[in-house]
Structure formats: structure tokens, C-alpha cells
């Protein structure tokens, strides 16, 4: 069963990089794309971008100038980094397991595994 | 890119009573859509994959139905559990994926 254990700073200054790494335990990590979502204050869900094992990436252009997601797969971790923050970026941040099942040939995507989430607030 | 629209934005039930939150695609995604129940200080959990397929673990009282644009959510007996906010995901796109505003479920 696959867990996801993530961590970072929690309280950055405006025009500073938000920095999180999330740990991919008790499975595999090839083989999946995995994912930062984010969610403002009493806001819905919003999807940053994606990587795979190999570092291949997918980015949610609106973000896509500050964004960056890296992976290392030695440790199966992969990292989100979002320059230039201001206080539109606080949010709770979440990494999550990406799964894709192909069924009468179309490649169906979902996020069936999720971490609990980092508190990111961007305050002067 | 693909809009994500969900009705109700809120609404107010009774233990045991029939649920249906509906989705809206701003163009056809097929049954690239996916349901998803969050509750207070917690992550979202999926539901429903596929528009139509139940995540394993999830009780049967929730389904999914749907295709190109217009999606429903359905739970057939509303348990003190489900009371929570439920979100719709599109996967359609090479955005990959677009969430709806949510669905506040609460109790009456």
C-alpha cells in the first residue's frame, strides 16, 4: 500500500521560493506519474503539475512561468519548488499517486493516493 | 482549457435521504472524469474513476454516471460519514486536470 509522507517550509516571505518534497513509501514508484495539487483558504483544488520516474513533466500553464517538479529517484521522492510567492499562493499544498488504467483503449488518469498536506502561508 | 461547473454548490440532506450533485464540462471529455470526497483538514479521497467506476474500498451506495459533458454523483442512502465536500476532476486535457468549485453536503 502506498504512502506519501511530505514536508516543507510553512511560512515564506513574499517574493521567496515555496519548497516541498513528498516520499513515495511501500510501493512502486515507476510506473506512475505523481502530482502537487494546492488548495487556498475555504477554496477548491487546484492541480500544479505532474512528474514521472524518468522526469518527464506536465505543468498547469497558469503556473507554469514559477513551477518547478523534480524527482530523485534514489530515494523515490519528488519535489515541488514555486518561485516568486506572494500571498495568493498561501494554501494547504498536497502530493499525490497518480493511476492510470486503460480500459477499451483509452488511458483513464485519477489520484487514488494522497499526502495529508503542507500548510504553506506567504506572509511579510 | 476545460471548465469544470458543479450544482449544487451546497445543499443540506438528511441521514438516509438519496443524494445527486451534478457536473458540467465546458466541451466533451468523454468519461474522462473522476469524483472525489473531502472532509474538514483532510486530503480529498477518490470515489468514482472513469465517470462510472468505484474506487476500490468505497461503499456501493456511491455511483457515477455520465459522458461528454453532463456527469452525476449519486449516493442512494446518505450515511453520517458522507457528510462532507465532494469535487469533480476532469482528465481529458493536456491540462491534465481541472477540478469543479465543490459540492458542500451538510446536514439538515
Known amino acids: 500500500q502506498v504512502q506519501l509522507q511530505q514536508w516543507g517550509a510553512g511560512l515564506l516571505k513574499p517574493s521567496e521560493t515555496l519548497s516541498l518534497t513528498c516520499a513515495v513509501y511501500?510501493?512502486?514508484?515507476?510506473?506512475?506519474?505523481w502530482s502537487w495539487i494546492r488548495q487556498p483558504p475555504g477554496k477548491g483544488l487546484e492541480w500544479i503539475g505532474e512528474?514521472?520516474?524518468?522526469?518527464?513533466?506536465n505543468y498547469n500553464p497558469s503556473l507554469k512561468s514559477r513551477v518547478t517538479i523534480s524527482v530523485d529517484t534514489s530515494k523515490n521522492q519528488f519535489s515541488l519548488k514555486l518561485s516568486s510567492v506572494t500571498a495568493a499562493d498561501t494554501a494547504v499544498y498536497y502530493c499525490?499517486?497518480?493511476?492510470?488504467?486503460?480500459?477499451?483503449?483509452?488511458?483513464?488518469?485519477?489520484?487514488?493516493?494522497w499526502g495529508k498536506g503542507t500548510t504553506v502561508t506567504v506572509s511579510s | 482549457d476545460i471548465q469544470m461547473t458543479q450544482s449544487p454548490s451546497s445543499l443540506s440532506a438528511s441521514v438516509g435521504d438519496r443524494v445527486t450533485i451534478t457536473c458540467r464540462a465546458s466541451q466533451s471529455i468523454s468519461s474522462y472524469l473522476n469524483w472525489y470526497q473531502q472532509k474538514p483538514g483532510k486530503a480529498p479521497k477518490l470515489l468514482i474513476y472513469?465517470?462510472?467506476s468505484l474506487q476500490s474500498g468505497v461503499p456501493s451506495r456511491f455511483s457515477g454516471s455520465g459522458s461528454g459533458t453532463d456527469f452525476t454523483l449519486t449516493i442512494s442512502s446518505l450515511q453520517p460519514e458522507d457528510f462532507a465536500t465532494y469535487y469533480c476532476q476532469q482528465s481529458y486535457s493536456t491540462v491534465r486536470f481541472t477540478f469543479g468549485p465543490g459540492t458542500k453536503v451538510d446536514i439538515k
Open positions: 512528474i514521472n520516474h524518468s522526469g518527464s513533466t
Open positions: 499525490a499517486k497518480i493511476t492510470s488504467i486503460a480500459v477499451a483503449g483509452k488511458n483513464y488518469y485519477y489520484m487514488d493516493v
Open positions: 511501500g510501493g512502486s514508484f515507476s510506473g506512475y506519474y
Open positions: 472513469a465517470a462510472s
